[in-house]
């Protein structure tokens, strides 16, 4: 079987209700699944957990360099798809370099956020919690039903609170980079690569003042490494609008999940409130059964392979040098073939929960740490004060397939 989709396998589309149904029907297909994305793009979708892990390992016969993807280079994607900033980032950063350009560009990243350096950010991430829960009593106090949109009041201004104070981005500008991020996950709206550009120009004034200005930041902190180890401006701009991308995008998600799958599960809540289960384990868990990230972080075959090379039943799949591959996370967090029958259920409880939802190799997820350490901290908090916390009305999905999430969540705080 080769990418051609003249009669397509699979069809992702932005306005499906349930992107787990559609994860089940890939899934149906084998582990690796010639798919229609909107627009109607091919690309192989890798849906299996195992088939996900080995595709993630080999950088070198599937890289992230779009420069690879035999479409675009013969002008097979339009420019102005609503995707093509997602599927192939310009610029040179992490999300589209390997090996040795990769492991420079990734280091003062991963150093600036190791587990010690993440884990002094305790108190921060606990007083901006502190900060936004007060806020939500207020709110839910001053609307006539007691309803308020959790997202906008708590699960979005805590991750950017935070990711915009490493980052040294004063908090009068987090709504304007809130819009122009969210217009590049949604798979509906067509700005080609406009957002993207627009968010390079703003970073780039930024990147400016903090030369005048030097803070306490990690922008500041990486203009003022020696010279061997500094990033020319246009990859340190580039990277900064990854890591900000990165670092509220899908940390707002991962709340949002847990706040749904907790608030409906009072048993399972209750051993999390009386600590009788570690909260650690509500995050880990909702990581994996409602990953953050949907079908996301395109590679590109350098050579031809063959489909069994990476999993015995993809025996058949011809994927060729060229072809788009992009890993489905929402499915490979509820593969039965390695969670077993009860992967589809969420559980604290669950024994092994090991997921690959952060990534897995070489460009295994930075932020990980960080993303813990705030949900952890803000569950606990949130369901200490607010254990009848219940979701209000139906919450539609975002209009996109490439992440795992709502643009409202109402919610009741008692
Ligand atoms: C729940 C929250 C998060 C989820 C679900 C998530 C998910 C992921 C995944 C799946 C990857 C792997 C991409 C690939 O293999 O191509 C990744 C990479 C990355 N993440 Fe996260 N992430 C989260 C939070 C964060 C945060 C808070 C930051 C920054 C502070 C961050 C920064 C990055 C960066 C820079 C990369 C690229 C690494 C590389 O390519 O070497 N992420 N993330």
């Known amino acids: ?29 084998g582990p690796i699944v010639p798919i229609a994305l909107p627009g109607g793009v091919p690309m192989w979708g890798v849906a299996g957990d195992e088939a ?25 994607i339009p420019e102005d798809w609503p995707m093509i900033s997602i599927a192939a980032p310009s610029g040179h950063s992490v999300v589209n370099t390997d090996g040795p350009d990769h492991r420079k560009l990734r280091r003062p990243l991963a150093q600036a956020l190791t587990a010690r350096r993440v884990e002094a950010l305790t108190p921060l991430v606990t007083s901006l919690v502190e900060r936004l829960v007060g806020e939500m009593e207020k709110a839910a106090d001053e ?8 997202r906008e009041k708590f699960a979005w201004p805590l991750p950017m609170g935070v990711i915009g104070y490493l980052l040294g981005v004063d908090e009068a500008d987090h709504d304007e980079l809130g819009r122009l991020y969210s217009a590049l996950f949604d798979d509906t709206v067509s700005e080609g ?40 401006r246009e990859d340190l701009v580039v990277t900064l ?44 868990e909702t990581m994996r059964w409602d990953s953050p990230t949907a079908n996301f972080f395109t590679r590109f075959a350098t050579e031809d392979v063959d489909g069994a090379d990476i999993h015995p039943a993809a025996a058949g799949v011809k994927i060729a040098k060229g072809d788009p591959v992009f890993v489905s996370y ?31 190799g070489a460009h295994f997820c930075i932020g990980a740490p960080l993303a813990r350490l705030e949900a952890g901290i803000a569950l606990k908090t949130i369901f200490a004060r607010w254990p009848e916390l219940s979701v209000v009305g139906d919450v539609p999905r975002s209009p996109t397939v490439v992440v795992n999430s709502h643009n409202h969540l109402n919610v009741r705080l008692k």
Request: aromatic letters at 6%; a negative charge.
């Open 1 to 29: 079987m080769a990418l051609n989709l003249s009669r397509p396998v699979h069809q992702l589309d932005p306005l499906s209700p349930d992107l787990h149904e559609d994860a089940v029907k890939m899934r149906e297909h």
């Open 52 to 76: 996900g892990r080995n595709l993630l390992k080999d950088n070198v016969r599937f890289t992230k360099d779009p420069g690879h993807w035999r479409a675009l280079n013969e002008g097979e």
């Open 143 to 150: 609307a006539e039903d007691g309803v308020i949109d959790f």
């Open 193 to 232: 690569r406009s957002a993207e550009l627009s968010l390079h120009a703003w970073l780039d004034a930024h990147v400016a003042k903090l030369e005048r200005e030097p803070g306490e930041d990690l922008v500041s902190a990486m203009l003022a490494l020696p010279e061997e180890d500094r990033l020319p």
């Open 241 to 284: 609008y990854v890591v900000l991308a990165a670092g509220h995008e899908t940390t707002t998600h991962l709340l949002l999940n847990a706040v749904r799958a907790l608030s409906a599960r009072p048993e399972q809540l209750r051993l999390l409130i009386s600590g009788e289960v570690p909260w650690e384990n509500a995050v880990e």
């Open 330 to 360: 929402i499915s490979m967090g509820r593969d039965p073939e390695r969670f077993g029958p009860t992967a589809g259920e969420f559980d604290i409880r669950r024994e092994d929960a090991a997921h690959t939802n952060f990534g897995y």
